[in-house]
């Protein structure tokens, strides 16, 4: 079965920068997307990032352009979310999810199949 690993959150200041790191394993298929989600307590979930491991095309909320940079290397199953000039509403749990995905640039919003345990970012004023 597929299995993701996020890591890397953790506390920084407002302005800060952190990185953030997604392990996947397990595929079963050739192409896919990882993404990045976020969800604050009683918000609702948001996609942030996504990337995809055929084209490395990339999608962006419009709450993190110019700040948050996704990468990946296919060869070992890895997303980053380099994630500079933090916010206090960037304070959420963050998870890494993928689905199947042949088709160009992800989507943001789609119901994405397999998820790993999330990774806690604090983000202080």
């Known amino acids: 079965d597929v299995q993701l690993q996020a890591s890397g959150g953790g506390l920084v200041q407002d302005g800060g920068s952190l990185r953030l790191s997604c392990a996947a394993s397990?595929?079963?298929?050739?192409?896919?997307?990882i993404c990045w989600f976020r969800q604050a307590p009683g918000k609702e979930r948001e996609g942030v990032s996504c990337i995809s491991s055929s084209d490395g095309s990339t999608v962006y909320a419009d709450s993190v352009k110019g700040r948050f940079t996704i990468s990946s290397d296919h060869a070992k199953n890895t997303v980053w979310l380099q994630m500079n000039s933090l916010k206090p509403e960037d304070t959420a749990v963050y998870y890494c999810a993928t689905t199947p995905w042949r088709w160009g640039t992800p989507a943001l919003e789609y119901t994405y199949e397999y998820w790993g345990q999330g990774t806690l970012v604090t983000v202080s004023s």
């Open positions: 397990g595929f079963t298929f050739d192409d896919y997307a």
